[in-house]
C-alpha cells in the first residue's frame, strides 16, 4: 500500500493531491492518499513512471507491479535494467522498512549501477549498494531505510553457493540473467529459489529462454511461486515418453500451457508486434568486432609440453585430451595451475 501525505498548502501540493485522488484505487484520509495499483488497471499513468521510458517498457513495468511476481523474457536490447530498476523504484516504497535485493551477474553490476545512476541520479535509489564485497550481512542488518523507499542491495548469483533466509528482511527481489534458473539440479539455481521463497514481490528477467527450453520455463514458475515443485510443472501439460527424460506436450495442453505462462511473464522480441510505437525500426543491424591476440612466446613455449602430434589445431598441434585442453585454456588465458608447486 503506498501513501502520499500532502506537505504544505501550496497550489502544487493541492494538484498533486487531486492527481493521486483520480488513481483507479485509492483511499484518502485527512491529509494522506493511500493507492495500491501504481498503474491502474487500464491505460498506463504516464506521469507516475520515467519519463524516458518507452510506452512498452511502461505498460511492462505496470504489469509486474501488478501482478508483484512477474518474469520478464525481452529480447537483448529492450531495455530490461531500466524497467527493472523502474519496478524497484516503486516496489521499494511498497514493502518499507523491508529492502530490495537484486541478483545479478558479477560482470553485470557496475553496468546496472551506471545506468540507475544515469536514470535515477535524483530518486530514491539514487545508492545502489554493491554487496559482492563481503557486506551482505550488515545491509542485511540495516532496521529502518529512508523514509522514501528502502534501501536497494545488489549480489552477484556465485554467492549463492548456499541458502539464505531472506524472507525476514527482505520484500523484494529482482533476479536479472534469470536464465541461471536453467538447469533442474543446478546448486546456484536451487539456493535462489530457496533464498527467496516468501517474498512478496518477484520479478525475474532474461533475454532467453530459449522458446523449447520447458526446464527454464518450469524453474522460472517456480521460483516466482507459481508451482509447487518442479515436477508438477511438466506433469501438467507434458506427458513422458519413456525414452530417458524426454517430454512431449499433451495434444490437449497447448493452450494451456501458453495461457498458463501468459498470467506471470512476457515474451517480447518486437514491440510493435504488440501495437506499441516502432522504436527499432531505424537500429543499426549489430556491428560484430572479432580482437585477435597472438600468442606471447613463452604460451607458445608452455603449450608445446601439452600438446600432441598428429591433427593440426588452433596452437598448431592437436590438443589431446581433456586434461591438455584445460592446460591450453589456462595458457591462452595468461596463467596455468601447477599442483606440484603447491
Known sequence: MERWQVPDYSLESYREFLRLKNMPIHRVEGGSVYFEDLAGAGDVQKDIF????????RFIVALALRKKRFAVFADVGLGKTFMFLEWTRHVSKLIYPKKVLIISQLHLIKQTIDEQIKFYRFSNIADINALYGGSAEKFLAIKNGPMEGSPVGIINVDKFNEAYRLQDEIGAVVLDESSCLKHETAVRRTNIINSCKGIEYKLACTATPAPNDRQEYANHALFLGYIDNFKQFFTKFFYNTGSGNEFVMKPHAK???????????????????????????????????????????????????????????????????????????????????DRAAN
Request: aromatic letters at 16%; a positive charge; hydrophobic letters at 40%.
Open 50 to 57: 520515467n519519463p524516458s521510458l518507452f510506452d512498452y517498457e
Open 255 to 337: 493452450t494451456a500451457f501458453y495461457a498458463f505462462l501468459a498470467t506471470f511473464s512476457i515474451f517480447l522480441k518486437s514491440p510493435a508486434r504488440y501495437g506499441f510505437a516502432d522504436n527499432l525500426h531505424d537500429l543499426k543491424p549489430a556491428q560484430v568486432i572479432w580482437d585477435s591476440i597472438s600468442l606471447t612466446d613463452e604460451q607458445r613455449v608452455m603449450a608445446q609440453k601439452f600438446g600432441s602430434k598428429g591433427q593440426m589445431g588452433c596452437f598448431g598441434f592437436n590438443a589431446g585430451g581433456m586434461t591438455n585442453r584445460n592446460k591450453l585454456s589456462q595458457i591462452a588465458k595468461g596463467f596455468v595451475y
